[in-house]
């Protein structure tokens, strides 16, 4: 019908069935296509190793300071000990 009433659109039509008409066309089409998904499924696949990534950052960064604050309670542990054997050899 809009074919009919334009004759670019008739132009375009009788080009895109000519086109799809052709299997190598259309094998390119279908190739093109899958790559595209294929580039899709691969990002998202990236963005979630990247999410898991940062969670896994920011747990070891939770460790590290558990284990620091550890360290330091040990030290004043230790601190504490020697000021008490000193205290104890006088």
Do not use: C, G, H, P
């Not at 009433?5 to 899958?34: C, G, P």
């Not at 998904?37 to 999410?51: A, G």
């Not at 920011?58 to 360290?71: F, I, P």
């Amino acid at each position: 019908m809009l074919a009919q009433k334009n004759s670019d659109i008739d132009n375009a039509v009788t080009t895109m069935y000519t086109i799809s008409q052709d299997d190598l066309i259309q094998e390119q089409m279908r190739a093109r296509d899958d790559y595209y998904i294929l580039q899709r499924s691969m990002l998202r696949l990236i963005n979630d190793k990247d999410q898991e990534l940062d969670a896994t950052k920011q747990e070891l960064n939770a460790k590290k300071q558990e284990l620091e604050s550890q360290k330091q309670a040990f030290q004043a542990e230790i601190a504490e000990l020697k000021a008490k054997l000193a205290a104890a050899k006088n």
